[in-house]
């Protein structure tokens, strides 16, 4: 068990890098796990875990977390009536089959791959927060039968493999369908719930070697980590919600998508072992 000098620090980081995911998970849609799982990783191998499932374990705590934030958000959108049901009725069954294939594989993969492809998957994320425009269209609705189905099991195993909810992949592709920001912000934080639930009910059952795992771990999930988090995004995301419907969140997305892009560039270089 690490010092008590070393998980006070570590935990006031990890209320930090909560508030701050709670925010940006309200007021772009994105940001909750996507800040997650790199700050998890960061912590467990500064406590001196590792192995070769390290990054289940951060995806697993992440996609937990994504339960009760997401909830929070959709029903705080819900409120200002900017919800699309009918999507999310719509890309349910596809998404829960998708992140539960995405939990299989996770659980076949060493660290060190999903690593990399957690980012790779980032750079893509930040690059099309940087330099993708209103303007690009696939479509002028959100897609039904066959595309629809191709569509959705992809997204909730391409989230769960980054252990992230639907905003990142979600916001993007209901753009690309026309769908207002504002409503795609919204309607993500429900794909989220339908992304993180099964996911995460797979990764409880997976077994962590006790010597390579954080202290309090069920499965793949970190109670102290998902605790500290939940305590300080359930305060903060409802503030990144208002602050969506007040302000033009362009500027604040570019800088993301910055800060985003290095982060993941960083997940690829450590996978590299450089």
């Known amino acids: 068990m690490p010092e008590v000098t070393t998980l006070i620090p570590m935990a006031a980081m990890l209320l930090a890098i909560g508030a701050f995911a709670g925010v940006m998970a309200g007021l772009l849609g994105v940001g909750g796990g996507i800040i997650l799982v790199p700050a998890y990783f ?8 590792g192995g070769d499932q390290l990054m ?3 995806l697993a705590t992440s996609l937990a977390t994504i339960i009760i934030t997401s909830l929070r958000s959709v029903l705080s959108h819900h409120k200002k009536g900017a919800v699309d049901w009918s999507i ?11 992140a539960a294939i ?19 998957l980032g750079v ?9 425009r ?32 639907g905003g990142s992949f979600g916001v993007p592709l209901m753009s690309l369908y ?28 997976i077994d962590i070697p006790q010597a390579t795992r954080p202290p309090y771990t069920i499965g793949a999930v970190n109670l102290p980590a998902f605790a500290l988090t939940i305590s300080m995004t359930l305060i903060t995301a409802p503030y990144g919600v208002k602050l969506a419907h007040m302000m033009d969140p362009k500027p604040l997305k570019r800088v993301f998508a910055f800060f985003l892009t ?12 450089l």
């Open 88 to 98: 999310l009725r719509g890309f349910a069954p596809g998404i829960v089959v998708g």
């Open 56 to 58: 289940q374990v951060c």
């Open 134 to 165: 209103d303007t690009w269209r696939l479509g002028n609705t959100m897609p039904t039968g066959l595309k629809r189905s191709l569509l959705s099991p992809i997204l909730g195993f391409m989230s769960v493999l980054m252990g992230i909810g």
């Open 178 to 205: 026309a769908i207002p920001i504002h409503r795609a912000v919204a309607t993500a934080a429900g794909l989220g719930v339908l992304i993180a639930v099964p996911s995460v009910i797979g990764f409880l059952l």
């Open 42 to 49: 960061y912590i467990f191998s500064s406590l001196g875990y």
């Open 124 to 132: 893509t994320v930040g690059l099309y927060l940087g330099f993708g």
């Open 262 to 273: 290095l982060v993941a560039l960083n997940m690829l270089r450590k996978a590299a072992g």
């Open 102 to 120: 995405g939990v299989l594989v996770a659980a076949s993969l060493r660290s060190v791959v999903l690593q990399g492809i957690f980012g790779v």
